[in-house]
């Protein structure tokens, strides 16, 4: 089980961003997937989450109607597209996917949000 996520960057306050997360040795159209994000000095949390078929999300309190989550199967791509980012949005961003009990990880792509 593989993920890796890119797009992340220095962005000026207010600006958009959209991150990608490209998943790979697992049945990824089968399997539910979620944004986390971690801020220096502050626990991991949920962003968003998206159900195997796309048809159901959900999203932290803080993200909801600036944040969208979205998946393309057929190319093993799950996507977080960030509008109006804020300074608080700053953090590394992480892609995961649970298998049974086991959670994957991506290795992160940082988010730098200047006021």
């Known amino acids: 089980v593989q993920l890796v996520e890119s797009g992340g960057g220095l962005v000026q306050h207010g600006d958009s961003l959209r991150l990608s997360c490209t998943g790979s040795g697992f049945s990824f159209g089968s399997l539910g997937m979620s944004w986390y994000r971690q801020a220096p000095g502050k626990e991991r949390e949920l962003v968003a989450t998206?159900?195997?078929?796309?048809?159901?999300?959900n999203y932290a309190d803080s993200v909801k109607g600036r944040f969208t989550i979205s998946r393309d199967n057929s190319r093993n791509m799950v996507y977080l597209q960030m509008d109006r980012l804020e300074p608080e949005d700053s953090a590394v961003y992480y892609c995961?996917?649970?298998?049974?009990?086991?959670?994957?990880w991506g290795p992160g792509t940082q988010v730098t949000v200047s006021s």
């Open positions: 998206i159900f195997s078929n796309g048809a159901h999300t």
């Open positions: 995961r996917t649970k298998i049974f009990d086991n959670a994957y």
